[in-house]
């Protein structure tokens, strides 16, 4: 089955600095690639995803990059905020029946 | 439903008991999916339903933990003779479609085993 490793484990970056999560994934065959932010206490929402026909996808101050060769997956954060601080997961998924997460980053936002 | 509904949001059982752990899946929604979330760690699949056959129930961890899901919509996860290391939040999620597209997650409930 699918395996995805997820780095680092935490992290923490002075507010307006990047940020940048990153995953690699076992199966060649998964094509869809979500980012979920789960804040403390509450249910993960996805903020950002993507298909293994496009190679990045930005949305205002949040990127993912695919490299399905390697096949690994980037999550990039810019101008970081404090409400940014929370736990974020990727996932891998697309063929089976369901999604593959990674273990976690607690991003932290320190003013 | 506007979103995905569990219940209850808090169970606090004694070592032993059997629990029932309720999801109501957005409307319309032919996939769910439970998992399991232990303190600080990750998202541990338990079982997938497409409708109401449940065709993966490879992260069930033991033959404790049973599913089910009826008319297509609502799902119960039940875990018999509870242990402490049964203690974790358990979240539900449905998808309009396979593949874990356009996952929706539910709060989840919180399970404290005793």
């Known amino acids: 089955g699918e395996n995805v490793e997820q780095h680092p484990s935490t992290l923490s970056v002075q507010e307006g600095d990047s940020a940048v999560i990153k995953c690699t994934y076992s199966?060649?065959?998964?094509?869809?690639f979500p980012w979920y932010k789960q804040e403390l206490g509450k249910r993960p929402q996805l903020i950002i995803d993507i298909r293994s026909n496009v190679g990045e996808k930005k949305d205002q101050r949040i990127a993912v990059t695919l490299n399905k060769t390697a096949k690994h997956f980037s999550l990039h954060i810019t101008e970081t905020q404090p409400e940014d601080s929370a736990v974020y997961f990727c996932?891998?998924?697309?063929?089976?029946?369901?999604?593959?997460f990674g273990t976690g980053t607690r991003l932290q936002v320190t003013l | 439903g506007a979103g995905v509904s569990q219940s209850p949001s808090n169970k606090v059982t004694e070592k032993g008991k059997d629990v029932e752990l309720r999801c109501d899946p957005i409307s319309g929604h032919t996939a769910l999916y439970w998992y399991r979330q232990s303190l600080g760690q990750g998202l541990e699949f338990l079982i997938y339903f497409q409708g109401n056959s449940a065709p993966d129930k490879s992260g069930l961890p033991s033959d404790r933990f049973s599913a089910e899901r009826t008319g297509g919509s609502v799902s119960t996860l039940t875990i018999q003779r509870t242990q402490q290391e049964d203690s974790a939040v358990y979240l539900c999620a449905s998808s309009s479609s396979q593949g874990g597209y356009g996952y929706t997650f539910g709060s989840g409930t919180r399970l404290t085993v005793v």
């Open positions: 199966d060649s065959a998964s094509n869809y």
């Open positions: 996932a891998a998924g697309g063929t089976a029946s369901k999604l593959t």
